[in-house]
């Protein structure tokens, strides 16, 4: 069994035989989503995992994240919990591209951006501040170069701990109540 399902193929199927787990950061999952999608951002799988567990044997779940990457880590995690899930391949990127639609969802009155769009910029403040900087006090061009270092890392190994980080700020954080509301959908 394929362990990724093409948008068109996941648009084909009954709605009622599949359930959608966006694991993007709730403004993620709110600047553009598959309709119907539910957000179980990545640090709470392990919290909702008794509900997914549940949700798996009534319906196929299609787990989609902005490119896949993290779908598939998510895929990969549910696994080795014993929860059978696919991955969108390409993500809500792919979805897109199709021109399938995407639904959205104000976060507390707020449009934000996408993950990859708020590592570019904070990775762009920080080499231009250590640039910057580096003109009064030459050691701070290290945080442009450790900027640097990060980004070819993060490409070769196809992983980005700056996201990571980024993911803790409060905007990228579900509210309270978000993953009660999670865990209602996932056992309807």
């Known amino acids: 069994m394929s362990t990724t399902l093409a948008p068109a193929e996941l648009r084909a199927r009954p709605a009622d035989s599949t359930l959608v787990i966006d694991v993007r950061a709730p403004g993620e999952f709110a600047s553009g989503h598959v309709p119907g999608a539910v957000n179980v951002p990545a640090d709470h799988l392990d919290a909702l995992l008794p509900d997914l567990r549940s949700a798996a044997e009534r319906r196929r779940l299609v787990v989609v994240c902005a490119a896949g990457q993290r779908s598939a880590a998510a895929c990969a995690k549910l696994a080795e ?95 309270p109540d978000a993953l009660d509301a999670a865990r209602a959908a996932l056992r309807a």
Do not use: H
């Open 81 to 175: 919990a014993g929860v059978d899930a696919v991955g969108l391949g390409g993500g809500t990127r792919a979805w897109t591209a199709e021109g399938l639609p995407v639904d959205t969802a104000a976060v507390e009155g707020r449009a934000v951006w996408a993950m990859d769009r708020q590592v570019r910029f904070t990775a762009g403040a920080l080499v231009l501040a250590g640039i910057a900087l580096g003109r009064r006090a030459p050691k701070a061009r290290l945080l442009a170069a450790g900027v640097a270092s990060g980004l070819v890392y993060s490409a070769v190994t196809n992983s980005c701990a700056m996201a990571a980080m980024l993911g803790k700020l409060p905007v990228n954080r579900p509210a």
